[in-house]
């Protein structure tokens, strides 16, 4: 069985999408990372519709792609005009890349109502497009737009306009279901009588065959579904981006694709060995992209393999399968439990297992910190957003936890003069090992003055703290109930060079809520150093010992 072709769309459908935008250089480093992940072609923009485009291409041609094959994109030739004379046609010659991508329409809709043509003309448009650039020794890619509303609409022309790519002498033709409303069932059908038609039409010709491909978008929520059941139906060609991006709802998502043709389908479209690096793939755009990854992205989400249900962590440690469909290792995720007021005595005991947090020898009933977690989720707290918050609590309630530093006061001023912007004064007090430390910062709000003014106080006994940095930071202002007052619950995510965290407050005072929360950030990742360092000295002690 053939291998399903990989075309990511990521650099060019995919900053269609809402607040998505790369620079040429960042497209560059994306491209380079999805040829080294093992997609087969790169769609990397339009080049001749923006300066952005233009410049990525100029830095693609110093770039070597191991694997992929880079590919450019446009419309067919405007109508009345042959190739030769069109810019757009002309840029993707002058791109260089070794495919190109090329649309036009299915759609006796759009050819008469939106391109103002006849259809006659557009066939032509088609065919002429197609056959100009493989007489410039392209490998074209020919994306018939639209073609399950124009087949829905009228099926004989939708059909010939796929002939006119086919006589121009495309490599594929690409099923686009750009308006993203059909269903998987009509995907299905469609794709089938596409495939045989072509089929038929060249064996008749003597000519050789056509690949098929697909592509979606998800405006019913059905993109991956609808490009499984393409390929069901025969295509060979799936295209996609990385996390879903693109216009409106976005397209296809790869990250769920990529693993349903290896894992479910027993399709190979990417070495075995990259499958496992899917997770970090998928968090290495969305940064770039800088888009807060969605937890609930199936296979690569952070929630993907969580469990938060007592009996569900319970099945889970004894088989785990019995509530995970597949190893999250196979794709670079990991398990994760969650501990909140549904929690049982499964999930605190796989959580101490996971942290090292040795329950057994303490003498400690793990029923307790279910009890303590349910009170403070009853005060607003949720461990399950802030798994720093949830060590640093079992191992206070375990008494492993010693602080590093304890806070005596602090005093914040916020200060607004007519037409300037606000400013914010800190002055803070805490006691580390065993010395007191009196700090001030300022700056333009007050959360980022208690951060620099802790900072200062813990610096020149704890060095390193400049590669920790809060990357997220979010306040919840909860509803009073039963004649309580309104509450604040804020939640800070944090990073270092290997590692990220989150940690939670909660008070009536938004400012006491974010120091609660930062103040745990700074305490673990400061005992994590602790540990750490613990860990790598006993390793040593035990290779002398050896010695």
Known sequence: ????????????????????????????????????????????????????????????????????????????????????????????????????????????????????????????????????????????????????????????????????????????????????GSLPHEIDLITGDVHNKLEEKLEREGKAPVKLGIHTHNDCGLAVANSIAAIQAGAMMVQGTINGYGERTGN????????????????????????????????????????????????????AFAHKAGVHVNAVMKVTKSYEHMDPELVGNRRRVLVSDLSGKSNIEFKAKEFGVEMESKDFDSRELVSEIKRLEQEGYQFDMAEGSFRLLMERLTEEFKPLFELESFRITVEKDKDEPCSAHAILKVRVRGNKEVTAADGAEPVSVIDKALRKALSKYFPGLETMKPVDFNIRMLNGREGRPLRARVLIETRDQDHSWSTMGVSENIIEASWIALADSFQYKLSKEIRERAGEESEMAAGATNT
């Open 1 to 180: 069985m053939e291998d399903i072709l990989l075309y990511d769309t990521t650099l060019r459908d995919g900053t269609q999408g809402a607040n998505i935008s790369f620079t040429s250089e960042e497209k560059l480093l994306i491209a380079r990372r999805l040829d080294d992940f093992g997609i087969h072609y790169i769609e990397g923009g339009w080049p001749g519709s923006n300066p952005r485009d233009m410049r990525f291409f100029e830095l693609a041609k110093k770039t070597e792609f191991k694997q992929a094959r880079l590919t450019s994109f446009a419309a067919t030739r405007r109508p009345g005009i042959s190739p030769q004379d069109d810019q757009s046609i002309q840029a993707l010659i002058e791109s260089e890349t070794p495919a190109v991508a090329i649309f036009g329409k299915s759609w006796d809709l759009h050819v008469e109502q939106a391109l103002r043509t006849t259809l006659d003309e557009n066939l032509a448009m088609i065919r002429d497009s197609v056959e100009y650039l493989k007489s410039k020794g392209r490998e074209v890619v020919y994306d018939a737009e639209q073609f399950f509303d124009g087949y829905k609409s009228n099926r004989h022309y939708a059909l010939q306009t796929l002939y006119a790519a086919v006589d121009g002498g495309a490599d594929f033709i690409v099923l686009c279901d750009t308006n993203g």
């Open 252 to 303: 296809a998502d790869l990250t769920s694709i990529i693993p349903i043709l290896c894992l479910k389908m027993n399709r190979q479209c990417v070495p075995a060995e990259s499958l496992a690096g899917l997770t970090d793939l998928a968090r290495f755009v969305s940064e770039t992209a800088n888009m807060t990854p969605l937890n609930s992205r199936p296979f690569v989400g952070k929630n």
